[in-house]
């Protein structure tokens, strides 16, 4: 796997959308490379079903991205599976998105016992934005 680093790729001012996708070539972006989008709003990431997601893909430690204190508004997670690393990065944007007005969840092999299990969890969860939802929804093709 690559883990494309911050210090890798200039930072893109004036970039307010951005999507990612995490298919068969292991390519993953890590957190530390959100330091590159200063002001994004709209972050879409899209997983390909067949690849564990990283578990180095944030460390909690490094000082949250600006964009994710002061500018996201909207993550939308295609390919959800209910890893407990993706419940840990969701966890981690909604304890630092002081922004945020809505996630988006869309899943596909999930069965209907384990997404109430996830929904659960979710709302028991800080959120840095009172106004932040969260939606989940089926898949139909991913």
Request: aromatic share 14%; hydrophobic share 40%; net charge positive.
């Amino acid at each position: 796997r690559l883990i494309i680093e911050s210090f890798q790729l200039p930072t893109f001012y004036n970039l307010t959308r951005l999507e990612l996708a995490f298919y068969r070539n292991y390519v993953y972006p890590s957190l530390g490379w959100l330091k590159c989008t200063p002001i994004l709003r709209v972050l879409v990431l899209c997983r390909d079903g067949m690849q564990p997601f990283p578990s180095e893909w944030f460390n909690a430690a490094e000082p949250v991205p600006l964009c994710l204190r002061e500018h996201l508004k909207v993550i939308q997670y295609k390919g959800f599976q209910g890893d407990w690393d993706e419940i840990g990065m969701l966890k981690y944007m909604l304890k630092n998105g002081e922004v945020l007005s809505e996630i988006l969840v869309g899943f596909c092999r999930l069965t209907a016992r384990n997404m109430k299990k996830i929904k659960k969890n979710f709302r028991r969860m800080h959120k840095a934005s009172e106004t932040c939802t969260i939606q989940f929804s089926r898949l139909k093709k991913f």
